[in-house]
């Protein structure tokens, strides 16, 4: 690891598709320099926190997941003082979870209020699966832990220190707006909701509006885009028939993956996973405009 990253910057909420587990076989893929990177769907950050990059965009169409980073660069002190005041009761945590049914109540509340809503909600609902409905209501249940870890300083101030000190920006905007504005010579790192494996796997409720076909084809539009303009990309998604057809003239590297996000606990076992990357051996074609 270089001198210059931070072994406590780390993920601080549980985020569904969270790339720890595949750290040991993403970071092994990344260009050995990186000028300027971008991640468009950076959910949890697990891959933007290890590799620490000091230039860039940061983005993800869940406005209250970059509020909250915004808030752990700029305000972290209020941020911790907030958290230690929640209660773990499933009481107080539906309270808490159903303050956005009020739209104006909820606009009310501070980009602190809001930040550790978000984080404490993370900590105490049932698998830590953050999802919401199509109306952009949190619902996902409580999670009845006996001592959740609402308050992870030393991982939130290293978090805060990283993103203070470095020039990234943080953004909350379609994928497409992002990429258009990586210059060339720059990297990006995708990780969009994944195409399902059956019609019963389909988990996009991160966000309202979900990520289908029609979004995955527009992605793959735009990879094409970011290799014409000289802009290095790795991909993570779903080992199915589609993906693999999509990308098919890139590099593929499939992996083994643990999905630690299903209701079902026998569904949560070892699955095929790509990881797809425009660079590192010659292309055997280049691909047809979709």
Known sequence: MSPRRNPHVAPVVKWAGGKRQLLDVIL?????????????????GAVLFARQPRRGLVNDLNSGLIELYAVIRDDVDALIADLQQHENTAEYFYRLRNLDR???GFSALSPVERASRL???NKTCYNGLFRVNAA???NTPFGNYKNPNLTDERALRAVSRYLAKNALELRSEDFESTLADVPRGGFVYLDPPYDPLSDTANFTGYQSGGFGRDAQLRLRRCCED?????????LSNSSTPFIRGLYDDFEIH???ARRAVNRDAGGRGPVE???VRNYGTQRRRVGPAL
């Open 254 to 256: 499939t992996v083994q």
């Open 102 to 104: 009020d739209l104006a």
């Open 226 to 234: 970011l290799h014409r303009r000289g802009v290095r990309f790795l």
């Open 136 to 138: 952009g209501h949190f």
């Open 119 to 121: 984080l404490y909600l």
């Open 28 to 44: 092994p893929l990344l260009p050995a320099r990186i000028a300027f990177y971008c991640e468009p769907f950076v959910g949890g």
């Open 273 to 275: 996973e790509v990881l």
